[in-house]
């Protein structure tokens, strides 16, 4: 059942796409676009974002700056007049771009985005503080100007609480009321900016260089290279460039305020702080403004990396493509879009729970959202026969495997899933469909679908049959681990479902991909067939 044959399968399923296989297909009656394929790769490898830079980048600003803060404490240079127009220009500036980025989040309704904007608020208002306090333009001697600088960072962390509460019923709830949290924080950024700038000696700060100062600024600057490599493989999860600007400007505000390290003011690190801190802002507020408007969506630039649910990250980062494809199984049925769906959620759920990195994990969610998309090509009196398949029939089903794969290898930028959908019903020990090497040698994105597609395919209701208990399903799988499915990924299935067990229904952020009108029809699963027939009883 090659598509590339022509088939009646072939031909049939392009009818029911219609439209969309002018961009992914390769109809019978004219030639694949060389040049189509060729730039829509070009664009998905410009997308990728890896964290080897942002790693490097964290290291160099790091080091650069304590080695500067600690070593070169002999060579000053004292100019208040330039500190006063370069801190006061610079930050007032910042505190007008990060009001526009929180002007956004308002209009669109962005929770994160709001939470994002008062961040970049605590640190541009207080360093504005501390360029107005720089002793002998408008002040004598005071402690705002060091204070404001050592409490910036910590005030813009507050700011993002929320994200860490996520899943948490006070996360909730800020987040329904994120507004009233903006309000909250912002302002009060502002009265601790007017408590300094009224009272310039009353806001305590450990002195520099002293052990409990550096002690707290180190932990304030992993706290945003923590926020940063988060952001970073989210982004790598999304494949979409924003996050890893916003990374980079996580870690320039961090690394500002390691000048609390050196002994004193006016050495070569203080003003390498003011630069770095600068450079944060502005990239964060208006390079993210930048990616904005070639992205076209706040949404698809800020919300992967201020989520914490891998989920959320692959669903702004899913291809019309992906979506198309996942629209022609609810066009054949819902209850079948949902599998695939629930599918990928546990695939993605269980490659978090291996370890595995970013773009692992994306494959995986990918590969599980998309292996059952060669089933257009199988006929209607196949699908919706409400029973067991007769040898015939199911060999016949098994070609929707490759298939699948076929319609994957013409669809621009996702031509690395092939043997991942291709192999999705290969058994551990050799057998399954289609035959071919055990083991390790089976892409280790089918090795994970495998075993999410068998549990949610046991434990869901069929048109043509109950669903397994959830714990006879387990128990499946605990059973033939290590002849039908790979052992590790059973073991890290099993935690999953412990943590959230399955529901009939997809229920993360990618319960939204590929609906559309129901159309008519259902066609079955046939993983049922190659389960195991005898259920472990319960004890």
Same mark, same amino acid.
């Given at each position: 059942?090659?598509?590339?044959?022509?088939?009646?399968?072939?031909?049939?399923?392009?009818?029911?796409?219609?439209?969309?296989? !002018?961009?992914?297909?390769?109809?019978?009656?004219?030639?694949?676009?060389?040049?189509?394929?060729?730039? !829509?790769?070009?664009?998905?490898?410009?997308?990728?974002?890896?964290?080897?830079?942002?790693?490097?980048?964290?290291?160099?600003?790091?080091?650069?700056?304590?080695?500067?803060?600690?070593?070169?404490?002999?060579?000053?240079?004292?100019?208040?007049?330039?500190?006063?127009?370069?801190?006061? &220009?610079?930050?007032?500036?910042?505190?007008?771009?990060?009001?526009?980025? !929180?002007?956004?989040?308002?209009?669109? *309704?962005?929770?994160?985005?709001?939470?994002?904007?008062?961040?970049?608020?605590?640190?541009?208002?207080?360093?504005?503080?501390?360029?107005?306090?720089?002793?002998?333009?408008?002040?004598?001697?005071?402690?705002?100007?060091?204070?404001?600088?050592?409490?910036?960072?910590?005030?813009?962390?507050?700011?993002?609480?929320?994200?860490?509460?996520?899943?948490?019923?006070?996360?909730?709830?800020?987040?329904?009321?994120?507004?009233?949290?903006? &309000?909250?924080? =912002?302002?009060? =950024?502002?009265?601790?900016?007017?408590?300094?700038?009224?009272?310039?000696?009353?806001?305590?700060?450990? *002195?520099?260089?002293?052990?409990?100062?550096?002690?707290? &600024?180190?932990?304030?600057?992993?706290?945003?290279?923590?926020?940063?490599?988060?952001?970073? $493989?989210?982004?790598?999860?999304?494949?979409?460039?924003?996050?890893?600007?916003?990374?980079?400007?996580?870690?320039? =505000?961090?690394?500002?305020?390691?000048?609390?390290?050196?002994?004193?003011?006016?050495? +070569?690190?203080?003003?390498?702080?003011?630069?770095?801190?600068?450079?944060?802002?502005?990239?964060?507020?208006?390079?993210?403004?930048?990616?904005?408007?070639?992205?076209?969506?706040?949404?698809?630039?800020?919300?992967?990396?201020?989520?914490?649910?891998?989920?959320?990250?692959?669903?702004?980062?899913?291809?019309?493509?992906?979506?198309?494809?996942?629209?022609?199984?609810?066009?054949?049925?819902?209850?079948? $879009?949902?599998?695939?769906?629930?599918?990928?959620?546990?695939?993605?759920?269980?490659?978090?729970?291996?370890?595995?990195?970013? *773009?692992?994990?994306?494959?995986?969610?990918?590969?599980?959202?998309?292996?059952?998309?060669?089933?257009?090509?199988?006929?209607? !009196?196949?699908?919706?026969?409400?029973?067991?398949?007769?040898?015939?029939?199911?060999?016949?089903?098994?070609?929707?495997?490759?298939?699948?794969?076929?319609?994957?290898?013409?669809?621009?930028?996702?031509?690395?899933?092939?043997?991942?959908? $291709?192999?999705?019903?290969?058994?551990? *020990?050799?057998?399954?469909?289609?035959?071919?090497? +055990?083991?390790?040698?089976?892409?280790?994105?089918?090795?994970?679908?495998?075993?999410?597609?068998?549990?949610?395919?046991?434990?869901?209701?069929?048109?043509?049959?109950?669903?397994?208990?959830?714990?006879?399903?387990?128990?499946?799988?605990?059973?033939?681990?290590?002849?039908?499915?790979?052992?590790?990924?059973?073991?890290?299935?099993?935690?999953? &479902?412990? $943590?959230?067990?399955?529901?009939?229904?997809?229920?993360?952020?990618?319960?939204?991909?590929?609906?559309?009108? +129901?159309?008519?029809?259902?066609?079955?699963?046939?993983?049922?067939?190659?389960?195991?027939?005898?259920?472990?009883?319960?004890?």
């Amino acid at each position: 059942m090659r598509l590339d044959e022509c088939s009646p399968g072939a031909r049939a399923a392009q009818r029911r796409f219609g439209a969309v296989r !002018s961009r992914w297909w390769a109809p019978c009656d004219r030639p694949t676009s060389r040049q189509t394929l060729t730039t !829509s790769r070009r664009s998905a490898d410009a997308e990728r974002v890896t964290p080897r830079p942002v790693i490097a980048f964290a290291g160099v600003v790091g080091a650069s700056m304590a080695i500067l803060a600690l070593t070169a404490a002999d060579y000053t240079f004292v100019a208040p007049t330039f500190l006063f127009w370069l801190a006061v &220009i610079a930050a007032s500036l910042c505190v007008v771009a990060a009001l526009i980025l !929180s002007a956004v989040a308002w209009r669109k *309704d962005l929770p994160d985005l709001g939470y994002l904007g008062a961040f970049f608020v605590a640190v541009s208002v207080l360093p504005l503080v501390h360029g107005l306090t720089v002793p002998g333009i408008l002040y004598g001697s005071n402690s705002a100007t060091a204070a404001s600088v050592y409490w910036a960072v910590p005030a813009g962390l507050v700011a993002l609480v929320p994200m860490v509460l996520r899943h948490t019923s006070l996360g909730r709830s800020i987040g329904r009321h994120w507004r009233a949290w903006w &309000i909250g924080h =912002v302002p009060a =950024v502002t009265a601790l900016a007017g408590v300094m700038l009224s009272s310039p000696n009353l806001v305590a700060f450990p *002195d520099m260089g002293t052990p409990m100062a550096r002690v707290t &600024i180190s932990v304030f600057f992993l706290l945003t290279v923590v926020a940063g490599m988060r952001q970073v $493989r989210l982004s790598r999860i999304a494949q979409r460039p924003g996050p890893a600007v916003l990374a980079f400007a996580f870690i320039l =505000v961090g690394a500002s305020s390691l000048v609390f390290l050196a002994p004193g003011p006016w050495m +070569p690190h203080f003003w390498l702080a003011h630069a770095v801190d600068i450079g944060g802002v502005f990239l964060g507020t208006i390079g993210g403004a930048i990616v904005y408007r070639r992205e076209g969506s706040a949404r698809a630039v800020f919300s992967p990396v201020l989520t914490v649910d891998p989920h959320a990250a692959l669903e702004i980062g899913l291809s019309p493509l992906v979506h198309e494809f996942t629209a022609g199984l609810n066009d054949k049925d819902p209850m079948t $879009r949902d599998h695939v769906v629930r599918t990928a959620e546990l695939a993605i759920d269980c490659a978090v729970e291996l370890g595995l990195p970013p *773009d692992a994990v994306r494959e995986d969610g990918l590969v599980s959202l998309l292996h059952d998309i060669g089933k257009v090509t199988v006929p209607d !009196s196949i699908l919706a026969k409400p029973g067991r398949l007769t040898e015939a029939e199911f060999e016949l089903m098994k070609g929707h495997a490759h298939a699948g794969a076929e319609m994957i290898a013409r669809a621009p930028g996702l031509e690395q899933h092939v043997e991942g959908v $291709r192999a999705h019903h290969k058994r551990w *020990d050799g057998t399954g469909y289609p035959l071919g090497r +055990p083991g390790p040698d089976i892409p280790l994105s089918a090795r994970i679908c495998v075993a999410c597609d068998a549990f949610d395919a046991m434990s869901a209701t069929r048109h043509y049959r109950d669903g397994m208990d959830p714990e006879i399903a387990r128990r499946v799988l605990r059973e033939h681990a290590g002849t039908q499915w790979d052992t590790e990924v059973v073991a890290a299935l099993l935690v999953v &479902i412990d $943590r959230r067990p399955w529901v009939p229904e997809p229920r993360t952020a990618l319960r939204a991909v590929g609906q559309n009108d +129901p159309g008519h029809g259902h066609f079955g699963c046939d993983c049922v067939p190659e389960l195991p027939t005898r259920e472990p009883a319960l004890t």
